[in-house]
């Protein structure tokens, strides 16, 4: 059976100041202020954002897409990249429903990544950023190389992770409720 896997991240043009039920206004870094004009300085900021993870094969097509924020900062000379998950949905072409918590979502927590940026000679400007794969309830090195444990009892695994949040419980997936 071949499988396609695409992820797709869409970011909007929109800079907000909130976050996912935080009182972070996005934009502190603990440094002080930098007078010098910096190249990224129109781009700096916070910003709403959404992903869309797309899995599809031969029996069936499913998007989730979670919306958050992504806040750009520069650091070290570099513009940084550090998302925050709010809340997600699931969408399929088959007739099931999945829920995902808003807790569970908002627990996703990638590593920040250094942001490519590319101006074209209009001014338009182009960023890309690496993957930045992502374990839930478990410890790892080098996510985007790293097995993932299969013993929840190991080190890395499960409760004995330590150093994050809680390991949540994973979607619920059933039929849809019946029309009436």
């Not at 806040?71 to 570099?78: F, H, S, T």
């Not at 209009?122 to 190389?145: F, K």
Request: charged letters at 25%; glycine letters at 10%; a negative charge.
């Amino acid at each position: 059976m071949r499988r396609t896997l695409t992820a797709v991240t869409l970011s909007l043009a929109l800079v907000v100041a909130g976050g996912c039920a935080s009182d972070d206004a996005g934009d502190e870094t603990g440094e002080e202020a930098n007078e010098e004009a910096s190249e990224f300085d129109d781009i700096v900021g916070r910003y709403a954002h959404f992903d869309v993870v797309a899995y599809e094969d031969e029996l069936m097509k499913t998007l989730i897409i979670s919306y958050g924020f992504a806040d750009l900062a520069e650091v070290d000379g570099e513009l940084q990249w550090a998302p925050e998950f709010c809340f997600s949905e699931h969408r399929s072409d088959q007739p099931i429903s999945v829920e995902f918590s808003d807790e569970a979502t908002s627990a996703i927590r990638p590593v920040p990544a250094v942001v490519t940026v590319s101006r074209d000679e209009d001014g338009t400007v182009h960023l890309s950023r690496p993957t930045t794969p992502t374990g839930i309830g478990v410890r790892l090195d080098d996510p985007a190389n790293d097995p993932l444990p299969t013993d929840p009892a190991a080190p890395r695994g499960g409760a004995a992770a330590g150093g994050g949040p809680p390991p949540l419980p994973g979607p619920r997936v059933g039929s849809p409720p019946a029309a009436g």
